[in-house]
């Protein structure tokens, strides 16, 4: 199949206006004619939903959680990139867009990064017009901070509650539409299964998740909006309920996994303390701003922090990257704390743990200025660690955070199945290989305010799809898969739970495709992942039924779909002989260290397209063109 990303011709600053220019249009009395189905109430999912019932269509919004509120994108703590200037230290669209392409690793399009700067200058006005409380300086302004990645302040934030108060913007926009009618909404209920009939998505199967029943929704259009697969790993800063079961399905269904080997490690997250935890603690980019990190110069040195003078400290990120010291992007300040904690002078009873110090800017500042900028991060590290960070540096060490991979998407945000529409971290995004902090709000909110209703409106214009409902054989057939995926869970009972799968599974992922891979590594995940699921298939127990609560069955099912996915994950990882961005090969390096591309060949979108169960998937490739960001070798020294 030939992958067409349909980018807009002309040049780059033009092609999105010529895009809206193309676009077929619905008029406002036969919008409420189509029925649209949105599932997820993130960032992407509540601004999508919210925008397309104000325009009038009819809006379904399913999702697993009890409250648009409960979702993930309120993790999100530093910011969001726009490129405003209000500081005048030289922004512009054009240097956000160079930022933006060059952080990620040459691995994006072009036209969709552009795209995606140049919208941000209205997200911003499209949230105050909203109340979001972001922070202003004395005058007024709206305040902006630095985040890595750039050497200009373009990072707008709400202390570090950026991601939850965004996401009260999008909740009051949805909640709106739905006493206006517009927008019904489905709570507690999760996607089990793409519905698609002649060839075009038009519904999907869920799991009602209070009582077990199986119910169906019919729709014109399906827009997932369901987040990243980062929990595939089991230790991450996802949330826990966070999953791709509603992605991988739709893969199943026929829309390509798109670059699934690029898992981004956020540098700033709080250390494992133990097997007890089931999930990690994210620690916002946002400190790097005024946080010094360092390790003992000598390995194995166990004196206290405030033990070391200052000459027997290594500020190794300012050493090494002295034009962006601290603020390096996240996959190059990761794999520089791995570099120092391999080398025996990592800290803490691990030894994976570097310091984060703010001791020099509270003798600057002064403490006062530190907690109001950061003052509800440092309270929540001393509630889970028992430390006080104003008086001793935090402790951090890299963790999985964000997905670059998910399923592939053309200009218009539309998959390989015709109707069926992924945005924000569920497709495989504008951020290529790595994603530079506080881009994540912005691809969400781009993606769900202004991209999609345009792009979902005019497929229903030129589609016009004909009237059916879950009497289609496409619905039963959908059914029947998912009642015998359930049932085949239910018939085991074997001794093993679910989590201990999934511990099991995101151990053998993070250490061979982690931080860092290798063939060796790949090749022996990839020899004992199907093993594993076999294992799974023989050993589990899940207590009870399915047709009523039962959290074991939600947890089974998305480990099941889990194993599929880290084998495809390793499989692209070992395809993809070069070092980019967040997928590090060791034996593709330059000599001091830093990733080295193959951009003649490998400078292509990998999308993956499943064949069925026990087949090969097959890799199919989008090239990658560039001419206004020529591709040269990431610096940041």
């Known amino acids: 199949m030939h992958l067409d990303g349909k980018i807009p011709g002309g040049p780059l600053p033009q092609k999105w206006e010529r895009r809206k220019l193309e676009y077929a249009l619905v008029s406002p009395a036969n919008r409420r004619k189509y029925r649209v189905l949105v599932v997820g109430t993130g960032l992407a999912g509540a601004s999508c939903a919210a925008t397309l019932g104000e325009l009038g269509y009819r809006v379904e919004c399913v999702f697993f959680h009890d409250s648009p509120r409960r979702a993930h994108s309120i993790a999100a703590q530093g910011g969001i990139n726009a490129a405003k200037n209000y500081q005048n230290d030289g922004d512009s669209v054009q240097r956000l867009f160079q930022d933006t392409i060059k952080g990620g690793d040459y691995r994006a399009r072009e036209g969709n990064v552009y795209r995606l700067a140049e ?367 359930i049932e085949r869970l239910l018939s085991v009972h074997g001794k093993r739970t679910a989590a201990s799968f999934h511990r099991e599974l995101g151990k053998l992922l993070w250490d061979q495709c982690g931080m860092s891979r290798n063939r060796a590594g790949l090749e022996s995940a990839l020899a004992q992942i199907p093993e594993m699921r076999e294992r799974f298939y023989r050993e589990i127990l899940i207590p009870g039924q399915g047709e009523s609560l039962n959290r074991e069955l939600e947890t089974a099912g998305r480990v099941a779909d889990y194993f599929e996915l880290a084998e495809l994950i390793c499989r692209d990882a070992l395809r993809r002989e070069e070092s980019c961005g967040g997928h590090f090969r060791e034996e593709y390096q330059t000599p001091d260290g830093e990733a080295l591309r193959d951009d003649e060949h490998f400078g292509y979108v990998a999308a993956w397209e499943w064949r069925g169960e026990g087949e090969p998937h097959v890799l199919h490739k989008e090239p990658l063109v560039f001419e206004a960001a020529p591709p040269m070798q990431r610096s940041y020294k």
Not at 199 to 214: C, M, N, P, Q
Not at 332 to 347: F, I, L, M, N, T
Not at 378 to 386: D, H, K, L, P, R
């Open 119 to 485: 919208v941000s200058l209205r997200i911003i006005d499209q949230c105050v017009a909203q109340g979001v409380p972001f922070a202003r300086e004395y005058g007024g302004k709206l305040a902006n901070r630095s985040f890595g990645g750039a050497q200009v302040s373009r990072t707008f934030y709400a202390r570090g509650q950026t991601g939850q108060q965004l996401l009260l913007g999008a909740y009051q926009a949805l909640l709106r539409q739905v006493q206006a009618g517009t927008v019904r909404i489905s709570p507690r209920t999760e996607m089990l299964d793409l519905v698609v009939a002649n060839g075009k998505a038009r519904g999907i199967v869920a799991r009602d998740l209070v009582t077990g029943e199986i119910r169906t929704f019919v729709a014109d259009a399906v827009v997932l909006a369901t987040g990243g697969y980062g929990n595939a790993y089991y230790l991450s800063t996802y949330a826990r309920n966070s999953n791709a079961t509603a992605i991988w399905r739709a893969h199943r269904r026929g829309a390509y996994f798109a670059n699934p080997c690029f898992t981004q490690i956020h540098p700033t997250c709080i250390p494992v303390s133990g097997e007890h935890q089931s999930k990690l603690t994210l620690m916002s980019e946002s400190l790097r701003n005024d946080g010094r990190i360092w390790v003992p110069l000598r390995a194995g040195d166990e004196r206290t922090p405030e033990q070391i003078p200052e000459a027997e400290r290594d500020y190794y990120l300012e050493r090494r990257y002295p034009s962006y010291g601290n603020l390096t992007p996240r996959d190059v300040a990761s794999r520089a704390a791995k570099a120092v904690c391999d080398e025996g002078r990592g800290v803490g009873k691990s030894g994976l743990g570097v310091y984060l110090d703010f001791a020099d800017a509270i003798r600057r500042l002064g403490a006062s200025v530190i907690g109001e900028r950061y003052g509800n991060l440092f309270a929540m590290y001393a509630e889970i660690t028992g430390e006080d960070p104003y008086r001793t540096p935090m402790r951090i060490y890299p963790a999985i955070h964000y997905t670059m991979g998910g399923l592939w998407v053309d200009y218009d945000l539309m998959s390989t199945i015709d109707g069926l529409f992924v945005i924000g971290e569920a497709n495989f995004s504008d951020h290529g290989a790595n994603r530079l902090g506080a881009s994540a709000l912005m691809q969400g909110l781009a993606d769900g305010y202004f991209i999609a209703p345009l792009a979902v409106g005019s497929y229903l214009a030129r589609a016009k799809p004909p009237s059916i409902d879950d009497s289609h054989p496409a619905f039963g057939e959908a059914r029947k898969d998912t009642a015998s995926r």
